[in-house]
């Protein structure tokens, strides 16, 4: 599953929300769902080797890195977007491996 990033997602976004940041509403596009929260665990530490910082519920799925492509990206993206950071957060995407589900 490819879910696109927009501009408007990036504008419509809210800081720090699991349901409507701009990545949980591509998301909701993306699976064509309402039930989307994204879950992001950021330590503050750079040398933090927590891999699975990334998760992405949708409907009753959980998604890690080890099903998204762009993971990192994902995750630096959150962190701009949440600390205010607009000037990196720009229009993306990413695809979501859904082989393992019924999605």
């Not at 064509?32 to 949708?58: A, C, M, P, W």
């Not at 998604?63 to 607009?86: P, V």
Request: aromatic share 10%; proline share 2%.
């Amino acid at each position: 599953m490819i879910v696109k990033v927009s501009q408007k997602d990036i504008d419509k976004g809210v800081r720090g929300s699991e349901k409507s940041c701009p990545i949980a509403l591509a998301t909701q596009r993306a699976f064509n769902t309402h039930n989307v929260d994204v879950h992001y665990n950021d330590s503050g530490d750079e040398d933090d080797n927590n891999f699975i910082k990334l998760r992405i519920k949708v409907d009753d799925e959980y998604y890690s890195h080890y099903h998204i492509d762009e993971a990192e990206h994902c995750d630096n993206f959150i962190h701009w977007f949440d600390n205010g950071e607009t000037d990196d957060c720009k229009p993306f995407e990413f695809k979501i491996d859904t082989s393992r589900t019924t999605i």
